[in-house]
């Protein structure tokens, strides 16, 4: 049996009762390592499982998947993931290729970024599309989940921003010569998320659109949900830019029509409740 396991969003105690006795009874137990990250290392998982881990990177999942699959037909292996199992289309593929081999599965659920969004007060039904914002470089500034975020506040629901993730990457240098040397892992923060949607705007602006998103658009930055020391803050887009949330994880959300229950909740967090009136009022003005 081949099980995909999901570990939740904080640290080693957040996987669920069940999904802590099939760890343990299992032949073989691959960690994904590339799609998020918990607060604590590989050791002190396998410390609290009390099962040795398999790293398992982007390259052994994608390229690799018959390796993680060997002989889950007569034994049991486990695929960790953090949050739900299929918070990324990987995972889908990988039970899939064990479908294809006759190899039965079974899905741990867990909690996810998904759904634990809701912290901040705003309602899951009231979400649109979700988006990956990723890093820009000097020549690749794609623009396209602006128009993800466009849409969903056209429609009057919040979105969810899920921010890059960088981990075992190689430069165009390496990566053309066939170096396996990579570059240290990078997680995009709420800052250069925010500064980033700033720069768009700025651009579709100097083009003669005009933009539902504005600088004063309130936003919610979220770092770590789920850990001990998770933080919250909201406020307008450009404030984003410059609070200061700590360490990853880092989500962004960009909000649409808000109910009065989530403005109330909204205002817990804010980081400055005067400007945070005045923009609320023009936001659903």
């Known amino acids: 049996m081949l099980y995909l396991v999901g570990l939740g969003l904080g640290d080693a105690k957040d996987i669920t009762v069940k999904g802590l006795e099939t760890v343990r009874r299992c032949h073989r137990v691959y960690l994904e ?3 998020s ?4 290392g590989k050791e002190a998982l396998e410390e609290f499982y009390g099962k040795e881990l398999i790293l398992a990177d982007r390259e052994t999942v994608e390229q690799e998947a ?20 299929f918070g990324a289309t990987t995972h889908s593929d990988l039970v899939l290729r064990a479908v294809k081999l006759g190899i039965p599965y079974e899905v741990i659920h867990n909690a996810s970024i998904m ?25 690749w500034k794609p623009e396209s989940f602006f128009d993800k975020i466009k849409r969903n506040m056209q429609n009057g629901m919040h979105t969810l921003c899920l921010l890059d ?3 075992k990457e190689q430069s165009l240098e390496n990566l053309m010569k066939g170096r396996k040397v990579y570059e240290p892992p990078r997680y995009m ?23 539902e998103m504005t600088e004063n658009t309130i936003c919610v930055g979220l770092a770590r949900v789920g850990a001990a020391d998770q933080k919250i803050v909201s406020g307008t887009l450009y404030q984003m830019s410059t609070v200061e949330l700590g360490g990853p ?12 229950l989530e403005l109330e909740m909204l205002k817990l967090f804010s980081v400055d409740s005067s400007s945070f009136e005045k923009n609320i009022f023009q936001q659903i003005k």
Request: with cysteine.
């Open 33 to 35: 390592a590339y799609t």
């Open 165 to 167: 993730i960088k981990v």
């Open 115 to 139: 759904n634990a969004v809701g912290c901040c007060g705003l309602q899951l039904y009231n979400f649109g599309e979700t988006v990956s914002i990723v890093f820009w470089t000097d020549t």
């Open 249 to 260: 994880l880092h989500s962004l959300i960009v909000t649409g029509t808000m109910h009065p």
């Open 66 to 85: 018959d390796s993680i699959l060997k002989e889950a037909d007569v034994c049991d292996v486990a695929f960790l993931v953090v949050g739900d199992p």
């Open 37 to 40: 990250i918990l607060t604590v």
């Open 189 to 211: 923060s709420v800052n250069q998320a925010a500064e980033q949607l700033l720069a768009i705007i700025q651009n579709r602006r100097l083009q003669g659109e005009t933009a």
